[in-house]
């Protein structure tokens, strides 16, 4: 299906088209004047009545497009991302761009789909999906972000009301590659604490590093440890866990 043209461009070209006819109207019937006056023995009138029907002509085709402009109907179209209102001419029957943030506007059965938002595990920027998307690559480092699929792998056709305020719903590992020496007693209490183990255990777990110390938690819990651990000198990294190894 062709797609739904924008209200302005539909103004635009119909603006034009009068402007244009209505000129070429007005010339022909000024030259048509023109011919008639100094027609003579009668060799240019018929010329100038040509011009005269055409000037007449044109200048009824400017008038009808002058009234199409009028006539065009307007059907808004919020852009989920930036809100800014797009105007078409009817409802859309497939995906445009937003003529403010150019980000391309999900549609299914004319209407547009709710948008997602989730942050990017890499540069912590703000994505956005729907359910149309199938991979979704970050806007601001074209990394992958994991998104919410389905038992057969294919991305989800509808998404919880839940879902669509949570703000990333990937699941995380957290890394503890290194740590400082002048807090190594309290960054062991913390673990103790955090992983439940004893000091023997995490003083062994310390020894072999990097290794990971949590999975399957939320960014959120990720960056809380994160933080946590760096105040006794703990080095500490997460990364979203791969889809495959849930
Ligand atoms: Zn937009
Ligand atoms: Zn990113």
Not at 3 to 32: K, M, N, T
Request: aromatic fraction near 6%; glycine fraction near 8%; proline fraction near 5%.
């Amino acid at each position: 299906m062709p797609r739904v043209p924008r209200a302005s461009d539909v103004i635009e070209i119909f603006s034009e088209r009068s402007i244009s006819y209505a000129f070429a109207g007005i010339v022909s019937l000024a030259f048509a004047g023109l011919l008639w006056r100094y027609r003579g023995d009668g060799m240019l009138s018929g010329l100038a009545i040509t011009l005269m029907v055409a000037g007449v002509g044109c200048i009824i085709f400017a008038i009808f497009c002058g009234l199409q402009v009028r006539k065009v109907t307007t059907h808004d179209l919020k852009c989920p991302y930036c809100e800014s209102p797009n105007v078409l001419v009817a409802a859309p029957t497939e995906d445009l761009p937003c003529t403010t943030c150019n980000r391309m506007i999900p549609v299914i059965d004319g209407k547009t789909v709710p948008v997602s938002q989730v942050r990017c595990g890499f540069c912590n920027e703000l994505n956005f999906y729907s359910e149309k998307t199938e991979v979704l690559l970050c806007e601001s480092c074209n990394h992958e972000i994991p998104i919410a699929h389905d038992e057969s792998g294919a991305p989800r056709k509808t998404i919880p009301a839940a879902f669509v305020v949570v703000d990333d719903e990937a699941m995380y590992e957290l890394q503890l590659t290194g740590h400082g020496k002048h807090k190594e007693e309290e960054l062991i209490g913390a673990l103790q604490h955090i992983l439940a183990l004893n000091r023997g255990q995490v003083k062994q777990m310390l020894a072999e590093l990097p290794v990971t110390v949590l999975t399957g938690i939320t960014r959120k819990k990720a960056e809380m440890l994160k933080a946590q651990l760096g105040l006794y000198e703990g080095e500490v990294e997460f990364h979203p866990m791969e889809e495959v190894r849930r």
